[in-house]
């Protein structure tokens, strides 16, 4: 597989017009989303709001992570609890219990590498009293949206918290599990039964990955979603079905220029988080390359118009 550089990555980069936007150089569909994510322009890369999901980063700490998304060319991270926060202490994991000691730690250091938080998950909020902490947290972070997997019976009560904290509630999907009938997030159109007729703050965290897993072709997948995806976790798999393989943007299945373009259609203004579950150990260069894919992509689009 061939690969860019870090030093062909941001020579590109650097040749872009930043101001390029996929959202306003839409006319179709503007209306559709009534509540989309407040980020603004200097988080954004080519006015395409694009950063990393933390988890990608795993085998490091909290800090680490963040070191290698500003490396890699993204400008927001969504935070995942459990990391561990430092690269000396294995014991000392953050989350939405950290002290508030370790919280002012972790936004000096997303300050200092000019990343946004921007969203906190995959979490569990089946406990009434944690959920409330998990969205506590999001406020004290400025996070805004928490990514999640609740079921049906918990909606009412998440849909609360939704409204008195003003953080947006993202359903996350893995892939389908055969063995496991009550499992019913991976397919986008039971999510939409979810989320019908609530708040709008109230949506999905399109993984479209796992989407691929589950033999949903990622597009048809966004189509059924439209107006209701709040973020998504961008993945490239090397196949439809559930031995799919993460791969660089553009090497798999997954059409991510035309998941581009379906996003741009439908007008979508949300966070695009990368999310790379290969070469754990050295993949700041594949991520940079992903990146790269979008600004190309952006580029194409600008010549088009």
């Not at 509540?35 to 980063?57: C, H, R, S, W």
């Not at 009938?181 to 990955?209: F, K």
């Amino acid at each position: 597989m061939k690969k860019t550089t870090p030093f062909t990555f941001y020579t590109i980069a650097s040749a872009m017009i930043f101001s390029l936007s996929m959202i306003s150089c839409s006319t179709q569909n503007t209306d559709v989303y009534v509540n989309q994510m407040n980020i603004p322009d200097e988080y954004k890369i080519g006015g395409v709001a694009v950063g990393l999901q933390a988890y990608t980063f795993n085998r490091f700490s909290v800090m680490e992570a963040i070191e290698k998304t500003a490396k890699a060319g993204g400008k927001l991270i969504e935070l995942y609890p459990g990391q561990r926060l430092n690269a000396d202490d294995d014991e000392l994991i953050f989350n939405h219990l950290s002290s508030d000691e370790d919280i002012e730690k972790v936004k000096a250091k997303l300050d200092e590498h000019g990343i946004m938080a921007i969203n906190y998950g995959v979490v569990s909020l089946s406990d009434e009293e944690d959920s409330r902490k998990v969205f506590e947290f999001a406020n004290t972070m400025g996070i805004q949206a928490v990514t999640s997997e609740p079921s049906m019976e918990d909606m009412d009560r998440l849909e609360e918290l939704v409204k008195e904290y003003d953080v947006m509630l993202a359903i996350h999907n893995h892939p389908a599990r055969p063995d496991d009938p009550d499992y019913r997030v991976w397919d986008p159109e039971y999510v939409l039964s979810m989320v019908e007729g609530r708040d709008p703050r109230l949506g999905a965290c399109a993984d479209i990955g796992h989407w691929a897993r589950s033999e949903i072709v990622p597009i048809e997948g966004l189509k059924i979603l439209e107006g209701r995806i709040i973020s998504m976790h961008m993945a490239d798999v090397d196949q439809l079905n559930r031995d799919g393989e993460d791969v660089v943007n553009g090497y798999g299945i997954g059409n991510i220029g035309g998941v581009l373009d379906e996003l741009r259609r439908q007008n979508f203004g949300g966070h695009i988080s990368l999310e790379y579950e290969a070469n754990w150990d050295d993949n700041v260069t594949d991520v940079a390359q992903n990146i790269g894919f979008i600004h190309g992509w952006i580029q194409n689009r600008d010549h088009d118009n």
